[in-house]
């Protein structure tokens, strides 16, 4: 299984981006999927999440209202929509996997997830 997470780079602040997770080895409409971000220093925190049905998601407190996740299962690939960035958005961002099984209120756990992205970079400039 590989989950290749893209589309990170430089933006301004109230700009917008869109990462994309590409999973290989796994259907990702019969998983779970996560982003994750960890800015320098800090800990790995969670920032959204969308169930294997599609039907629900779950976002951090801080980027409700910004954030987007989503997926299209014909490409096999989710996506989180990054709007109105604030510098505080500064940090790499992955994506994962879970298995079906894990409940919504748990996919803001990392230990939930049994595979990563490599991490895409997204720097927001004030």
């Known amino acids: 299984v590989q989950l290749q997470a893209s589309g990170g780079g430089l933006v301004q602040a109230g700009g917008s981006l869109r990462l994309s997770c590409a999973a290989s080895?796994?259907?990702?409409?019969?998983?779970?999927t996560g982003w994750f971000r960890q800015a320098p220093g800090k800990e790995r925190e969670f920032v959204a999440g969308i169930r294997w049905n599609g039907g629900s998601t779950y976002y951090l407190d801080f980027v409700k209202g910004r954030f987007r996740i989503s997926r299209d299962n014909a490409e096999n690939a989710v996506y989180l929509q990054m709007n109105n960035l604030k510098p505080e958005d500064t940090a790499t961002y992955y994506c994962?996997?879970?298995?079906?099984?894990?409940?919504?209120?748990?996919?803001?756990?990392?230990?939930?997830?049994?595979?990563w992205g490599q991490g895409t970079l997204v720097t927001v400039s004030s």
């Open positions: 080895g796994r259907t990702i409409s019969s998983y779970n």
């Open positions: 994962a996997s879970a298995p079906r099984t894990t409940i919504l209120s748990s996919l803001r756990q990392s230990k939930y997830y049994d595979y």
